[in-house]
Nanobody, 124 residues
């Protein structure tokens, strides 16, 4: 089991910045960690992924150049630095962990554990 708890969400004006954090506990071996987001009526969308093994990162085109995913393995923390925020970034943001071997980093269904989410609201 992996327990995940997000923090750092809030309301910000367009162009502003937020830093999300995800505290992980439990199962220590993970393959990928990721941030997803979901707006009302929309499907859950992958935002950014980081390999827990070699640190490689992958970003959705919509956030490339604005968001940065990072991890601190010593502290069991995952971060998402969000700059130049836009109203369309408004969503509930989730932290997710994949512990299964052979999973695919971009498939929502391959992530095994999820946090409760933290709301990000960007006003124009």
């Amino acid at each position: 089991q992996v327990q995940l708890m997000e923090s750092g969400g809030g309301s910000v004006q367009a162009g502003g910045s937020l830093r999300l954090s995800c505290a992980a506990s439990g199962h220590t071996y993970r393959v990928y960690m990721a941030w997803f987001r979901q707006s009302p009526g929309a499907e859950r969308e992958r935002v950014a992924t980081i390999s827990a093994v070699d640190g490689r990162t992958y970003y959705a085109d919509s956030v490339k150049g604005r968001f940065t995913i990072s991890q601190d393995n010593a502290k069991n923390q995952l971060y998402l630095q969000m700059n130049s925020l836009k109203p369309e970034d408004t969503a509930l943001y989730y932290c997710a962990a994949m512990v299964r071997l052979g999973g695919t980093w971009y498939k929502v269904s391959d992530y095994d554990f999820w946090g409760q989410g933290t709301q990000v609201t960007v006003s124009s």
